[in-house]
């Protein structure tokens, strides 16, 4: 008779099983692939539209048909650093909700960052420095991204400059001094230091969006100087595939298979790391695994946005991409969950949720933050307010799995912890957290701005 002792808690993997290959799903998605879009001309960009803030390494993965990408040694070496990540079954949690459900999560805030994020932030600095690049310039949402870039730029000799979301800016001080402690320059977003920043002075509490342009801004003015994206483009979600291949080795070494992979989604790297493996069996082998993508009401793009061409930023500098928006120039909401606060998502993941391949869901940041505080009374793990969504997400499917009687096996990401976040758990636990939503209002204004002679896919 096994006892508790006996079960495993967590699923650990040696540093000779870190992926040698990243996996590129754009050649299994069904259809052709909507291309982005030049923003004057309206037509297919190409690499050479890209080659002003990225360097050519970059834009051959972006564009890239093979199925695997080869990791470069000296990014397989850095990823020795944290990787490979932990993967745990939340027996705690699943006594807590009295569910016959398992539940496992992939830990991704074992990173130097605290985040999934190095994992493409770390070839990105190494692309850019082998191209002779001395400064990369980004934005940041909740400051992962901005933090893992300052890290990542570090070990490669890279200057790094991060233009944070203002309310993520005010609300973490302390991603900022993590940001400053790797060497990086923060600037407050809008600043004064862009005419992107100036032209947007009356956002104060800013956007991904301005952020965006303000970094693009820039890179594209200085030759040396690169921009370098934490979420959305091909190349992005390519990098955090590591965090999938792990969990498929490390559910075999727990003898199960997900029925469902959940994920919170803001512009798609972490689900897309977490989720892209498993989907290319659902493609290649016909298995049957569920997806979930957890957003925010706040900012709810799979949900509530429109499939069309709209800009990546706010200013109208970067291509076009198809993909569910809520309009370039949305400014959400000062939501906790800094990193979900982007007004579109992936091209791939928006292309799968619209063939019905992907499940989104949308919730309130009260409800969140509760199944946050249950997660962390069974589990011990303060999680960060985004991956709190995907928790959310988890907990209904236990749910519906102890009123069905069946043993559901759920898989969730884990993207990062709440250390930094301290602050939303104090409004929390104050009662003073509000719950915005999007509203219909909001839809309308932003579908009338959406970029003219842009051809229709909806």
């Keep these: 008779m096994s006892t508790m002792s006996d079960t495993p808690t967590k699923f650990l993997l040696t540093e000779d099983r870190i992926p040698t290959h990243w996996i590129n799903l754009l050649p299994d998605l069904p259809g052709e692939p909507l291309p982005p879009l030049h923003p004057g001309t309206m037509q297919p960009a190409g690499p050479p539209d890209l080659t002003p803030i990225f360097p050519m390494a970059l834009i051959e993965q972006e ?15 850095a990823y020795r650093l944290w990787r490979p990540t932990p993967l745990y079954r939340a027996r705690r949690l699943e006594r807590a909700l009295d569910t016959p459900a398992h539940i496992y999560y992939k830990y991704e805030g074992v990173s130097p960052a605290g985040s999934h994020k190095p994992n493409t932030a770390v070839p990105q600095a190494y692309a850019n420095a082998q191209a002779g690049i001395k400064k990369l310039t980004t934005e940041t949402g909740a400051g992962q991204w901005g933090s893992s870039l300052a890290f990542a730029c570090r070990l490669f000799g890279l200057e790094c400059e991060v233009f944070m979301v203002g309310s993520s800016y005010d609300q973490k001080p302390y991603r900022r001094s993590m940001m400053q402690t790797w060497g990086a320059t923060v600037h407050r977003s809008p600043s004064d230091r862009t005419e992107s920043g100036r032209a947007n002075a009356s956002h104060p509490t800013g956007s991904l969006g301005i952020a965006i342009s303000e970094a693009v801004e820039i890179a594209a003015q200085n030759p040396d100087t690169n921009y370098s994206l934490g979420s959305v483009l091909n190349h992005v ?17 727990a003898g199960e298979a997900p029925d469902v992979v959940v994920g919170c989604v803001g512009g798609g790297s972490n689900f897309a790391g977490l989720a892209y493996p498993w989907l290319r069996r659902n493609l290649r082998e016909g298995a049957n695994v569920r997806f979930v993508a957890a957003e ?3 900012c709810p793009t799979l949900t509530r946005g429109v499939y069309a061409y709209d800009f990546g930023d706010t200013a109208g500098l970067t291509p076009l991409m198809p993909m569910f928006t809520l309009g370039h120039d949305f400014v959400p909401p000062p939501v906790h969950a800094g990193g979900l606060r982007y007004h579109g998502d992936a091209p791939s993941l928006c292309a799968l949720v619209k063939e019905g391949l992907i499940e989104a869901r949308a919730y309130r940041q009260n409800e969140t933050f509760a199944a946050a505080l249950e997660f962390a009374g069974s589990e011990g793990i303060i999680p960060a307010p985004e991956p709190a969504h995907a928790i959310r997400a988890t907990i209904e499917e236990a749910t519906a799995a102890r009123e069905a009687g069946e043993e559901r096996v759920i898989l ?14 104090d409004a929390y636990l104050a009662g ?25 896919i909806a």
Excluded: N, W
């Design 296 to 298: 925010p009401a706040a």
């Design 432 to 456: 003073t957290l509000e719950d915005p939503e999007f509203g219909q209002d909001e839809l309308d204004d932003a579908l009338s701005k959406l970029p003219q002679g842009a051809p229709s």
């Design 412 to 425: 969730f990401g884990l993207c990062g912890h709440g250390h930094f976040d301290l602050g939303a758990y």
């Design 63 to 77: 564009v890239s048909s093979s199925h695997e990408v080869e990791i470069p040694e000296e990014v397989r070496d």
């Design 237 to 253: 979600l390519l990098h955090q595939t590591v965090i999938g291949q792990e969990t498929i080795a490390q559910m075999e070494m």
